[in-house]
């Protein structure tokens, strides 16, 4: 997973995405809507922010998202996005920059929404503290 990394990493010297992404080779930087994106969540199929597990954690609904991680967390879940993580997240929330580089929430249009690739958690904390609009990374 170095080589992919790296090779990726190279391919986007620019962004900080994650290895498991297929290669980007297009995108724009495009202002999108929040109530546009959907989240690809395993056992709840395509949903808005607003019903994801990682939203009704930042609304005191701990449990579904403990539940959630717990279940996929090492299969389809990679990343560590603990409680613990995501916590930490929350507390420093700085949307955009992630270790000197650009961060985006991620997207690919599917009709009239954007499907996250990556940054569900992003998502639901610009749309828990009330953003409408956000800069993001789409997929052309």
Known sequence: TDTALSVFKKANPDFDIPYQLPRIQRYAQKTKPINLLRASINNLGLVPIGGTPHFQYLTGD???????????FGTLLTADDSAENYDKMIANFHYGIHDGKRSLITVEQEGRYYRILDGVHRAAILMHLGTKEALMMEVL
Not at 62 to 72: N, R, V
């Open 62 to 72: 701990k449990e579904a998202y403990l539940e959630y991680y717990g279940k996929y």
